[in-house]
């Protein structure tokens, strides 16, 4: 009779898979599993998690990749027509006109979207300083918003001002927008003390720390670093660092095909004529004089030409803020950002060739941002309607995680148990997030809006911390 295959085992597999959204190959799954199968019996349990539809595969040979079957999209059995029904209580960004349409040309079935490959008109159309996809009063409202009192003050200043909690923000939501499940206040144990979450893989923690190594290149050589390949491909050297099945592809550019799952786009697959376009990216980018369009240039144009085997999206998100970290402006650390919508824009670009949504998003992100950094709080508008619709709930929370004197892993079980037990599914993740930030930020100054006496307060410091 057969060995049982241990749900367990399958569990791993499905949790390293859905960390990796543009999917992955069978060796970087082999790597991440802590439980060291050899090759074939992987292979058999990857053949049952297809046949279960728990998995799909893409591609032949050493280019197989596995996705689960929402990898990319997440959405594609939505049915257009429903669209505003099935979108009222989403999280997402405020959009523009431009970006709902957006939204919604992309979130049609994948089999009704049209293949399209890499368009290089799109990059060639650009011209630094003449072509603007940030336009001028935009660009000063983010400059309002982001600019510091240390603006005169040497490269990377400001942002070594709050480097504990920039380094946190970035890395965790930066690998979340990955499908990485760590949570806010198990990165900063694996950031600042090394300990590796339980029941988590060793890939998710790589994937955190390597964001740390990355950021610090950026802060620590502000002066140094630019839109040059010294910069872009010890970025990616930093962020696919024990990630990638074959170790010589990290920091260099892609010379073997891509696909990118639930998307229509096909990327550039000639070697010439991604170093070309890469070439021409970073070039034009360091061209660019605003900060600000720089920043959202390189989150278009690297994620749309793929120029690495994996991990582009990460080297995006922190090649924005080389300029911003260079001019002591806030950082861009996608605070609140939700994944979802994340994932929509960048499909924009790729089958649309469309900046609007991931317009929006970036514009949504930078305000969250600078709420976070700023020196002297700026007014957003109308409060987080989030906090506001639960705010009972979390200060329920974070009152009994103090009077209980939890230290931070019976935090963070008693959080997700709250969530899961009070909150609908779609609330989850950003719940949690809302009551880690606030205990993190916790201090006797702002206790008495939780109603903690300073008792309570005291006992619990001595066990967080």
Known sequence: MPKKISEQELDAIVAIVGAHSGGVRVGAIRNGLALGLPPRMLQRRLALLIKQKRLIAEGRGRGRYYQLPSAIVGTDNVNVDDAHTSTQEEVYVSLSLKGQSIKKAIRQ??????????????????????????????????????????????????????????????????????????????????????????GKNAQEAQMILNHKAAIGLLVEQAEETGFNRYTIQNLHALLADNLLEDPQAVGRVRYIPVAIGGSVYHPLEVPQQIEECFDQILDTAAAIKDPFEQAFFISVHIP??????????????????????????????????????????????????????????????????????????????????????????????????????????????????????????????????????????????????????????????????
Request: hydrophobic letters at 40%.
């Open 304 to 465: 749309y030409l793929q120029p690495f085997e994996d991990v582009n999206k990460r080297v995006s998100r922190l090649a924005a803020n080389i300029p911003l970290i260079r001019h002591n402006l806030s950082p861009l650390s996608f605070v609140d950002v939700p994944a979802q919508a994340y994932i929509d824009a960048l499909l924009g670009v790729y089958e649309l060739n469309r900046i609007e949504l991931l317009r929006d998003v970036f514009v949504w992100a930078y305000e969250r941002s600078c709420a976070r950094y700023a020196a002297a709080q700026r007014s957003l508008g109308e409060p987080d309607p989030f906090r506001l619709r639960l705010r009972d709930l979390i200060g329920e929370t974070i009152k009994a995680v103090v009077a209980g004197s939890m230290h931070k892993q019976q935090a963070t079980a008693y959080i997700r148990k709250v969530a899961e037990e009070r909150l609908a599914q779609a609330d989850n993740t950003r719940f949690v997030e809302v009551v880690e930030t606030e205990l993190m930020s916790l201090h006797e100054g702002n206790m008495a809006r939780y109603k903690i006496r300073p008792s309570e307060f005291a006992n619990w410091q001595r066990n967080w911390k």
């Open 109 to 198: 079935p994948v089999q009704n979207r049209k293949p399209v490959g890499h368009n290089r008109e799109f990059l060639n159309q650009y011209r630094p300083n003449q072509s603007f996809y940030l336009p001028e009063l935009l660009r000063q409202r983010l400059f309002e918003l982001g600019h510091s009192q240390k603006a005169t003050q040497p490269a990377g200043t400001y942002a070594k001002s709050i480097w504990d909690r920039l380094l946190i923000d970035l890395s965790w939501n930066s690998s979340r927008l990955e499908g990485n499940t760590y949570s806010l206040l198990e990165t900063e144990r694996l950031l600042q003390l090394g300990e590796v979450a339980q």
